[in-house]
């Protein structure tokens, strides 16, 4: 290897290590963190779309089952679910009103999030080999308010403290931050748009493959976590809310990268045959389709509060 050239450039897309590298004279070498550079180029889509399409053309031939993966991530993080008008005009504060836009997501999007280890639980149910049973347990276990000293140590870095989120289920941290935006729990029937969108997702995880679940939930899911919920972090930065109340958002950004790779890892497990493979893209657009659907709805709520109840 020679002057700036790039190792390990596949994980910019998956997150995983991929190779070692032994210098053989006095190097000087620069470390690119994936989450600061995706984060940095979010806000430049095209520059973005450009880096990921580069990464994942690397090599030549048919694509292994893991560059396929890879590819199918770039493709994720280039659907409208993920550069939505909404999610644009959320994070630059072009709203008319963008507390009521964040308290009006929240009060429906717990209707979806709420049910994550549902989800969870229902892909496992799918998958035949343990260990790729363990690996979501583990999963689990973290949705649960389970951390290992890693993660807490990486997220003590960006400031999010041990005894904000330990033993707390992450559907009590979302619930947290709706109350920070006086959002409660009043019984009120949910909205239409979020049980269809909950059920088909469901539908998904469970009617379609197994190939198919793990391209929903993972490919189609927790693969664009991270960066979708850039916008978020942005437009709550600016309500000056407490960072305890908030935590649900960087938590998800800063550590659910290991998440995303561990369902890649299962991904390419069924990405060796051509029917594998068009399962895994199925089931990642059919999840994606339904959050674009469901940004829609609240764009187009978020645009006009005055008239947000007759949005269909």
């Not at 290590?17 to 989450?35: K, L």
């Not at 280890?117 to 149910?125: F, I, K, W």
């Not at 793990?214 to 709550?236: C, D, H, K, Q, W």
Request: with cysteine; aromatic share 8%.
């Amino acid at each position: 290897m020679g002057p700036g050239e790039l190792v390990g450039d596949a994980a910019l897309v998956d997150g995983a290590p991929a190779h070692t590298v032994v210098a053989r004279t006095d190097t000087r070498a620069r470390r690119i963190d994936r989450v600061a550079i995706v984060s940095a180029l979010a806000v430049a889509p095209a520059e973005l779309r450009s880096l990921l399409d580069t990464v994942a053309r690397l090599g030549t031939g048919e694509p292994t089952g893991a560059a396929y993966v890879a590819q199918l991530c770039v493709e994720a993080l280039d659907h409208r679910a993920v550069r939505h008008p909404y999610l644009r005009a959320l994070g630059e504060g072009d709203l008319p009103d963008v507390r009521w836009a964040l308290a009006d997501f929240a009060r429906h999007y717990y209707g979806y999030s709420r049910h994550f280890p549902r989800y969870l639980t229902t892909v496992m149910s799918r998958l035949e080999q343990p260990a790729h049973r363990q690996a979501l347990l583990e999963n689990l276990t973290e949705e649960a308010g389970v951390y290992s000293g890693e993660d807490l140590s990486a997220l003590a870095d960006i400031g999010v403290r041990e005894e904000w989120i330990v033993g707390q289920p992450h559907p009590v941290l979302f619930r947290r931050f709706c109350t920070a935006l006086g959002v409660e729990d009043d019984g009120r029937t949910e909205a239409d748009q979020v049980v269809c969108w909950r059920e088909l997702f469901l539908g998904a995880l469970s009617n379609g493959s197994p190939a198919e679940a793990v391209g929903a939930l993972g490919l189609g899911t927790e693969n664009i976590v991270s960066t979708m919920y850039l916008p978020f972090v942005r437009a709550i930065d600016g309500l000056g809310l407490d960072p305890h109340d908030t935590v649900f958002f960087p938590l998800h950004t800063a550590i659910d990268d290991h998440h995303q790779a561990t369902l890649n890892e299962i991904a390419t497990s069924f990405a060796g045959s051509d029917a594998g493979r068009a399962e895994l893209r199925r089931g990642m657009i059919k999840a994606l389709s339904c959050r674009s659907a469901f940004w829609d709805w609240l764009g187009e709520r978020a645009a006009d509060p005055a008239r947000a109840d007759r949005v269909l």
